[in-house]
T-cell receptor, first 112, second 114 residues
C-alpha cells in the first residue's frame, strides 16, 4: 500500500524556470515531510523538510508547501539549474518515528 | 564532519549464500536505519536501531536481520539469498530516535544475487 505518491514520474524544465514537484500522502498520522535528491549510484541527499505545524518552509532556491487538509505537499525549485537534474523523492514519517515512507520519485531534467 | 559510510559499495553473491553489510553513521548520530531500493518497489524501510536495540521493523522476512554496536555502527545480514534480494541497500543515520528527525543517507551497497 503506497502511502506516499508522486505522480508525473518525469519533468523537463528550462534552466532558470521554476520546477514544481508534487506529492500526496494517505496516512493522516504523518507529521514530518522531507524531500531528497538522488543521483545514480549515490544515496539520497537531504534537501528540505517541513513539519505539520507549518505550511511553508524555504531554504535558498527550495521551498516546500504543505496542505494538510488535502494531504498534499509540493517542492518548488527556482531558478532551476542544470545541476538540479536528478531524481527527487518525497518522504514522510509519523511523530516519534524514524520510519520513512517514500514516494517512487520524480526524474527532473533541467535543459540548459 | 564525515558523512554516513557504507561498506562494501558493491557485492556479488549467489543464491543461497548470506551477506553482511556495514554502516558507520555520522559522528554523534545514534539512530541507524536501513532501506532497500529496487526498481519495482522503490525505497522501503527495513529496520531502525538505536542504542543497540531494534526500534522499528519493516515488512521483510526474517532472513533480513541487523544489529548495532556500542559505537553506533550497524550491520545488516541477509541469509539464504534470493534473486529478488538484488537491490541497493541504504543506511541512514539521525541524531536520535523517539522523535521526528532528519535522516542522512550513505552511498549504499549495491548487492547483486546471481
Amino acid at each position: 500500500d503506497q502511502q506516499v505518491k508522486q505522480n508525473s514520474p518525469s519533468l523537463s524544465v528550462q534552466e532558470g524556470r521554476i520546477s514544481i514537484l508534487n506529492c500526496d500522502y494517505t496516512n493522516s498520522m504523518f507529521d514530518y515531510f522531507l524531500w531528497y535528491k538522488k543521483y545514480p549510484a549515490e544515496g539520497p541527499t537531504f534537501l528540505i523538510s517541513i513539519s505539520s505545524i507549518k505550511d511553508k518552509n524555504e531554504d535558498g532556491r527550495f521551498t516546500v508547501f504543505l496542505n494538510k487538509s488535502a494531504k498534499h505537499l509540493s517542492l518548488h525549485i527556482v531558478p532551476s539549474q542544470p545541476g538540479d537534474s536528478a531524481v527527487y523523492f518525497c518522504a514522510a514519517s509519523a511523530s516519534g518515528n524514524n520510519r520513512l515512507a517514500f514516494g517512487k520519485g520524480n526524474q527532473v531534467v533541467v535543459i540548459p | 564532519k564525515a558523512g554516513v559510510t557504507q561498506t562494501p559499495r558493491y557485492l556479488i553473491k549467489t543464491r543461497g549464500q548470506q551477506v553482511t553489510l556495514s554502516c558507520s553513521p555520522i559522528s554523534g548520530h545514534r539512530s541507524v536505519s536501513w532501506y532497500q531500493q529496487t526498481p519495482g518497489q522503490g525505497l522501503q524501510f527495513l529496520f531502525e536501531y538505536f542504542s543497540e536495540t531494534q526500534r522499528n521493523k519493516g515488512n521483510f522476512p526474517g532472513r533480513f536481520s541487523g544489529r548495532q554496536f556500542s559505537n553506533s555502527r550497524s550491520e545488516m545480514n541477509v541469509s539464504t539469498l534470493e534473486l529478488g534480494d538484488s537491490a541497493l541497500y541504504l543506511c541512514a543515520s539521525s541524531v536520535q530516535a523517539g522523535r521526528t528527525d532528519t535522516q542522512y543517507f550513505g552511498p549504499g551497497t549495491r548487492l547483486t544475487v546471481l
